[in-house]
DNA sequence: CAAGTGCCTTTATC
DNA sequence: AGATAAAGGCACT
């Protein structure tokens, strides 16, 4: 199956994929092939066309957020000559629309750990927890279910990889089962409330919460803060901040809780109800320029 | 090539 | 409030 983009919704497959927000993507030759939900499906673009089998284009719209008006949301980003070069350089690149329970767990366990490190250990949890689907002669494995990973022993998540995470993973787990944990619902609340919500549960601090806010509950204004942003901030954005501030955050390698939501409010101020894509595109931009 | 550094941080403790 | 330490292990230099 196909979609023509036009020109008027741009759309770069590499750059959304590549950009570290999602961790379970495989690229050989032209095709990405990945799992979501229960869905195996596989996807290559040329030009302004996407090729794809296993889903439909309904899917593939809803995934890859091809509803959001880019040029328009760039509109309203682009307040200054930072991220104007971060749009330019990386026009196309899309934020997901992740499957919440699968992003929560990723960003548990993508605390402290670099990307190529956090993607094995998702792949050793979903080989040993998930189902295996099947597409054409590609075999896939499935993000496993919540009630999985609550019955998994932690010494089998260990095994995966997840070192001192495998405790917040199990308890977390376990608390979306016993609670039933309705993504949907904080889908449909604010920002702030859902916040609260994920704040609750163990592993999840204010980064985390805010990278499956963004990347999974719509909430398109979070602006999570890393040691990349945090960086891109001290570097660019030091005006709007005081000269203690800037101080302390350049000389202190931890980031106070404080500190973190100083930072994450300004970007959500200055940058407004879209912040998190200017995150993103500020963060891939700042990544691949070092 | 070995050893050091850094990693899309959170939690516990003082 | 804020500082500090500890917590896998792997990739990269």
């Given at each position: ?39 195996a ?91 295996e689907t099947h597409l054409d002669s590609h075999s896939f ?150």
């Open positions: 199956m196909y979609i023509e983009l036009s020109s008027s919704r741009p759309f770069t497959l590499d750059f959304t994929l590549c950009c570290g927000q999602t961790f379970r993507w495989d690229k050989q030759g032209d095709w990405w092939r990945g799992v979501v939900g229960e869905e499906f596989e996807i290559r673009q040329y030009g302004k066309t996407l090729e794809f089998e296993g889903v439909n284009a309904s899917f593939i719209e809803s995934y890859f957020r091809l509803d959001d008006d880019l040029p328009n949301i760039f509109l309203h980003i682009d307040k200054d000559k930072n991220i104007r070069a971060a749009i330019n350089e990386f026009k196309g690149l899309r934020i997901l629309r992740q499957e919440p329970w699968e992003c929560l767990i990723s960003y548990i366990c993508a605390t402290y750990k670099n990307i190529s490190a956090i993607s094995q250990m998702l792949a050793n949890l979903s080989r040993k927890f998930g189902e494995y499935t993000f496993p279910k919540p009630e999985k990973l609550a019955k998994a022993g932690l010494q089998e998540l260990q095994e995966c990889g997840l070192g001192y995470r495998a405790k917040y993973v199990s308890e977390t787990a376990r608390l979306v089962c016993k609670k039933a944990f309705d993504f949907e619902r904080l889908k449909k609340t604010t920002y702030e409330k859902a916040r609260e919500e994920l704040l609750d549960l163990p592993g999840v601090g204010p980064k985390v919460a805010d990278c499956v806010l963004l990347f999974s509950l719509e909430k398109l204004e979070s602006f999570p803060v890393d040691v990349w942003i945090r960086r891109v901030i001290l570097k660019y954005y030091t005006k709007h901040f005081s000269n203690e501030f800037i101080k302390r955050n350049s000389a202190r390698e931890s980031l106070s809780r404080t500190d973190y939501e100083k930072l994450s409010y300004f970007g959500r101020q200055y940058f407004g109800s879209h912040a998190g894509y200017a995150q993103e595109y500020l963060y891939h931009h700042e990544r691949t320029h070092r």
